[in-house]
């Protein structure tokens, strides 16, 4: 066997040991080179979610700002809407005052509505007859009738009152319980009655109700019976 000096041994150490701290050194180094990348990543990514935060901060400003110009335009509209309003019944009760001072309220107003809700809400499939003012004898005595608007199966009897009251609602409630001595050829029709005025106070309302009778006054935009479901709910009762 080959006796090995302890020179040979040491130089073959210091070899081997010279290998070793070269290949710590590539590991060292390719170590150094992945923790930059890694740090350079990293930075990238910090600038990119400061940037994203800044867009996003913005972007919360802008929709801040977006929501107070809707409130805003949101204000407007509805003042807008009020002004509106007011200015349709302002021009409504305008209307009503010079339809009252003319005569005219009965033709211009109460009977063209009354035609329309005969087919709107009262469901007449036809009319076969609308008359305005018609005047008639009976038991010695005359009587005027404002409108009559006649379906197939009712008829409707409408009234029209500047200034209605709670008499003048009587009144008529009892007028209509005539009509039929007045119009026999109507007989077994239902009748229906119709008070109508440019306003109608709430307690004229309230005994139009009591007595059976429909009020219609004005509304938004046209007239409209204001206690129609009170009264149908008191007929399906």
Same mark, same amino acid.
């Given at each position: /066997? ?7 041994? &040491?130089? =073959?150490?210091?070899?081997? *040991?010279?290998?070793? +701290?070269?290949? +710590? ?18 930075? =990238?990514?910090?600038?990119? +979610?400061? !940037?994203?935060?800044?867009? /996003?901060? !913005? ?5 801040? !700002? ?17 002004? /509106? ?11 009503? !005052? ?27 499939? &036809?009319?076969?007859?609308?008359? &305005?003012?018609?005047?008639r004898r009976h038991g010695g005595g005359e009587t005027e009738f404002d409108t009559i608007v006649v379906g197939p199966t009712a008829v ?15 009144? *008529? ?6 009509? *039929? %001595? ?17 306003? +109608?106070?709430?307690?004229? &309302? ?14 938004? %935009? ?16």
């Amino acid at each position: /066997m080959a006796y090995v000096t302890t020179e040979e041994r &040491v130089d =073959r150490l210091e070899a081997v *040991f010279g290998q070793f +701290m070269t290949e +710590m050194a590539v590991i060292n180094r390719r170590a150094d080179e992945r923790n930059k990348a890694a740090d350079e990543r990293l930075g =990238r990514f910090e600038a990119e +979610m400061s !940037a994203f935060k800044d867009e /996003m901060s !913005a972007f919360k400003d802008e929709m801040s !700002a977006f929501k107070d110009e809707m409130r805003a335009f949101k204000d407007e509209m509805r003042a807008f809407k009020d002004e /509106m309003r007011g200015s349709k019944r302002e021009l409504n009760q305008q209307w009503g !005052a010079l339809a009252n001072k003319l005569g005219t309220i009965v033709e211009d107003v109460v009977a063209p509505n009354l035609r329309r809700l005969a087919v709107e809400h009262f469901r007449f499939p &036809v009319i076969e007859d609308f008359i &305005v003012r018609r005047s008639r004898r009976h038991g010695g005595g005359e009587t005027e009738f404002d409108t009559i608007v006649v379906g197939p199966t009712a008829v409707v009897l409408g009234e029209a009152k500047s200034s209605p009251t709670r008499q003048s609602a009587e009144e *008529f409630a009892a007028k209509a319980g005539r009509f *039929f %001595d007045f119009f026999p050829e109507y007989q077994g029709r239902r009748l229906i009655a119709v008070l109508g005025s440019w306003a +109608m106070p709430g307690p004229v &309302v309230e005994r139009l109700t009591e007595l059976g009778v429909y009020a219609m006054r004005m509304g938004e %935009d046209t007239m409209e019976l204001v206690n129609a479901a009170a009264l149908e709910a008191k007929g399906r009762s």
